[in-house]
């Protein structure tokens, strides 16, 4: 239990540098980085604005990982990352709110990470109502083709290969052949780019 609140109090410090004006208090908060081509918002409502903002960066929502892939905001070492603001608000009005800011963003351009429109009662809609939802085996597929084109792209700058076997045995023949396969396959969709 000593670990757990080392964690949420290193967590809590964290936030404090990016938005020093976070407190315990309930409100909005609202998270946004670009890439230098794209902005991305993220709105989020909470009854405990520290805690809650802390806890994005141990969680597993889709924008937890965004925040673990590209770290909070640093003007000097990662202007790339999340930057964090946040504003008290009662709890009676933080739907009201989160909605209002949502589509504020939304409407500036930003590309959202919020899943639904915001609000916590009954009606709640989700952002992308009329897109189905891609199947494990789908994501699966896609791993697979972004595995191979990562390997592709690495092997191209900085390695080769060979069989270990000189002449290769015909299971060797069988993996070169497929190994040069997913090579072609990555050149012919970069030329095509």
């Not at 802390?54 to 990352?81: E, M, R, V």
Request: aromatic share 8%; hydrophobic share 30%; net charge positive.
């Amino acid at each position: 239990m000593a670990r757990i609140k080392a964690i949420e109090k290193r967590n809590k410090e964290r936030i404090l540098s990016v938005c020093p004006t976070a407190t315990e208090d309930s409100g909005i908060y609202f998270m946004k980085r670009t890439d230098g081509t794209l902005n991305y918002a993220y709105v989020g409502q909470a009854k405990h604005l520290l805690s809650r903002l802390a806890g994005h960066l141990t969680g597993f929502q889709h924008i937890d990982l965004s925040i673990k892939k590209h770290g909070l905001y640093d003007k000097d070492k990662n202007p790339y990352g999340w930057n964090i603001g946040c504003m008290e608000a009662p709890l009676d009005k933080l739907d009201e709110l989160e909605q209002k800011y949502i589509a504020m963003y939304g409407n500036a351009g930003y590309q959202l990470r919020n899943e639904t429109l915001g609000g916590q009662g009954e009606g709640k809609k989700g952002i992308d109502v009329g897109k189905s939802p891609k199947t494990y085996k789908q994501g699966v597929q896609q791993g697979y083709k972004n595995a191979c084109r990562d390997i592709a792209h690495l092997f191209s700058l900085h390695l080769n290969y060979s069989a270990k076997r000189n002449p290769p045995t015909k299971n060797q023949e069988k993996a070169l052949q497929k190994f040069a396969d997913i090579l072609i396959q990555f050149d012919e969709k970069k030329e095509q780019k």
